[in-house]
């Protein structure tokens, strides 16, 4: 990526937390408005204290049933055998030490009309403004023979925490010389680069631990973020271990019998020793409840303010909505929540929110000391958020070795840095 593209994009950061964390006007006497904010990942903590920060009067609870958040960033290096599940384990602690209300409990309902979230208990929590950060749920059965008994055996690990341990075993268990398969959904799905990442590093642990083995990618696409650079590192780094079948060469996964770690696809048959399945995704349970998911299973939000399209007072932010060009990310999760944050306290005094910039980086490793990244700069353009023209790049196809070394460096430093903001 060009020097100046990187120095926009800091400097595009910047400017969007400022604008995140900008005092709003007084809110008028009497009650303090409430605003609900459901999950407790990236997005939902990081909205949670970004508004707290932005209108102090403002009441905030943040509903979150688990009473640790177990981060998705760097578990594909958990699987990998480079990393411990523990490093990935965030708690609450410091979330509600900012005058936060932490809801231990599973949000199971909404009444747009009467604004209120109902909980597992049966517990109203009434609302002026509610922002939904459910995350992705699993379209079980959207793939004929993978439902939540085949994922026990054939593991999706889309959302970190025990499927992540059970791939890996799995892979610790699996004799050398075994075939790993891993089937990459359609679009959209949550990180776009994921997949890629994590064929990378387990083709790292077969490199290191099992070198006869093999690494195959069945894809339901042609084409994927950051295709080049992924491309040119397995070729230096994995030849001959890890091949990558494409929608038009076969790679389109159809079915798969959990019974024999088998996946289907219009040319054949693939049976594995391992067997990672990225199943099709939609929006967190909660999305479809509240009657903001169209049927995408996705959530259709209006740029400016991630307010549903669908029901009024209800905002979606990250991967529950349709949010154009910008992925599904962790980094997009942070910048969406604090605009998203700040529309919310200007919208509760009557203020018109102002048009955002919002900003992503996605960094991958394709191996401990290797990294190559990706970044864009977006804003409202036709109803949806479009990248703006020049705004970003990925790493340079040439760069040395030094340069990816650095990368890798730079994305551990980024995984503290977001952690210690939202969490620390």
């Known amino acids: 990526m060009k020097a100046s593209r990187r120095a926009f994009i800091k400097v595009g950061v910047a400017a969007t937390a400022a604008a995140a964390l900008r005092p709003v006007r007084t809110f008028a006497q009497g009650a303090a408005a409430r605003v609900v904010v459901v999950g407790g990942g990236f997005a939902g903590a990081s909205c949670a204290r970004a508004l707290r920060q932005a209108a102090p009067r403002v009441t905030v609870t943040l509903v979150e049933a688990n009473p640790t958040f177990t981060a998705c960033p760097f578990s594909n290096a958990v699987i990998g055998g480079l990393r411990e599940l523990h490093a990935q384990r965030f708690t609450y602690e410091r979330v509600a030490g900012d005058g936060i209300m932490v809801a231990r409990a599973l949000a199971t309902g909404v009444d747009a009309q009467a604004r209120s979230v109902t909980l597992a208990d049966g517990a109203r929590l009434p609302y002026d403004r509610l922002v939904l950060a459910p995350g992705i749920d699993i379209r079980w059965g959207a793939l004929p023979g993978y439902d939540e008994a085949a994922a026990a055996q054939m593991p999706h690990a889309w959302r970190a ?45 077969l ?12 894809d339901a696409k042609d084409a994927f ?28 996964v159809t079915s798969v019998d959990a019974s024999t770690r088998t996946l289907v696809t219009d040319f054949g048959r693939h049976q594995a020793k391992v067997a990672n399945v990225i199943p099709p995704q939609k929006a967190g349970r909660i999305a479809e409840a509240a009657g903001v998911a169209d049927r995408t299973g996705w959530c259709p939000i209006d740029p400016v303010t991630f307010e549903s399209k669908l029901q009024a007072g209800i905002h979606v932010i990250v991967d529950a909505a349709i949010a154009g060009a910008m992925p599904k990310s962790a980094f997009a999760a ?33 191996a401990p000391d290797y990294g190559i990244s990706v970044a864009g700069v977006y804003q409202p353009s036709g109803g949806q958020l479009a990248e703006v023209p020049g705004s970003g790049g990925v790493s340079p196809a040439d760069a040395p070795r030094a340069t990816r070394a650095a990368e890798a460096v730079l994305a551990e430093a980024w995984f503290r840095t977001i952690t210690a903001e939202v969490f620390g």
């Open 161 to 205: 925490g025990e499927q992540t341990l059970l791939l890996r075993r799995q892979l610790e268990a699996m004799d050398d010389g075994g075939l790993v398969v891993i089937s990459a959904p359609a679009n959209p799905f949550r990180c776009p680069p994921g997949p890629y990442e994590r064929a990378s590093l387990i083709a790292h642990y």
């Open 207 to 218: 490199k290191t631990r099992k070198p006869r083995s093999k690494l195959v990618i069945l």
């Open 225 to 252: 973020s950051k295709q080049r650079l992924f491309q040119a590192a397995w070729a230096e780094l994995y030849p001959g271990l890890l091949e990558w079948v494409p929608l038009s060469r076969g790679g389109n």
């Open 334 to 366: 942070n910048s969406q929540a604090k605009t998203c944050a700040a529309a919310v306290a200007r919208l509760l005094t009557g203020a018109v929110p102002s048009t955002p910039k919002l900003i992503n980086t996605c960094y991958s490793l394709v």
